[in-house]
């Protein structure tokens, strides 16, 4: 079973601090690796998408991956109050067609004003 | 660009009822995906479509839930009959070919009473 592992939260964090979400993946043959916000009662929304070992960023958001420790992790800089949502880490394998994402349980977070 | 669009938002019934929800992915994405979010939980992945083909319905209850894209652009998934644990929120989402990156319509919200 491939899984996708979060700790579920909540991170409360105060305004204008860095937020750390992290994740674990179990399957070694992950290729590409996603973060996805969800405000509460909305759909997931496409925030970051990592595909190489090392830092990608992108305004106030850096994703991190480390694929030799099944390590995927997205900071926040400056978190703003509008950044509370749920955080969910994806992770894919591609198969030809049989492209799929395997989602963790999401984190929580909640930046305080 | 349009997102991806889905019908209806919310949809109450009462368990052993049927029940169908429509999704039109955006233009030009021939990868359609269903999803199932129980609260608390990240997306699980029902059905996989490439253009009007199944690529991967391994986790698709196929006893109850039944599901087709004719002509490859949109697609009804169906519920028939539906039990209690079947309250969740329906997600459609798609992918254009030669990218890795999925978009997620609104979804619906299925209460099975």
């Known amino acids: 079973q491939k899984e996708v592992e979060q700790n579920s939260g909540p991170l409360s964090v105060p305004e204008g601090a860095i937020a750390s979400l992290n994740c674990t993946y179990s399957d070694r043959g992950s290729q590409s690796f996603f973060w996805y916000r969800q405000y509460s009662g909305k759909s997931p929304e496409l925030i970051m998408s990592?595909?190489?070992?090392g830092d990608k960023e992108d305004g106030r958001f850096t994703a991190q991956l480390n694929k030799a420790s099944q390590y995927v992790s997205l900071l926040i800089r400056d978190s703003q109050p509008s950044d509370s949502a749920t955080y969910l880490c994806?992770?894919?394998?591609?198969?030809?067609?049989?492209?799929?994402?395997?989602f963790g349980k999401g984190t929580l977070l909640t930046v305080n004003p | 660009e349009a997102g991806v669009a889905q019908s209806p938002r919310y949809k109450i019934i009462e368990k052993r009822q049927s029940v169908a929800f429509w999704c039109n992915p955006i233009?030009?994405?021939?990868?359609l995906y269903w999803y199932q979010q129980i609260l608390g939980q990240g997306p699980k992945l029902l059905i996989q479509?490439?253009?009007?083909?199944?690529?991967?319905d391994s986790q698709l209850p196929k006893d109850r839930f039944s599901a087709e894209r004719l002509k490859g652009v949109d697609s009804t998934l169906k519920i028939q009959p539906a039990k209690l644990e079947d309250s969740a929120v329906y997600l459609c989402a798609s992918r254009v070919g030669g990218s890795y990156e999925q978009y997620f319509g609104p979804g619906t919200r299925l209460t099975v009473t």
């Open positions: 990592i595909y190489s070992n």
């Open positions: 479509f490439q253009n009007n083909g199944v690529v991967d």
């Open positions: 233009s030009g994405h021939a990868t």
């Open positions: 994806a992770v894919s394998i591609s198969g030809g067609s049989n492209y799929k994402l395997t």
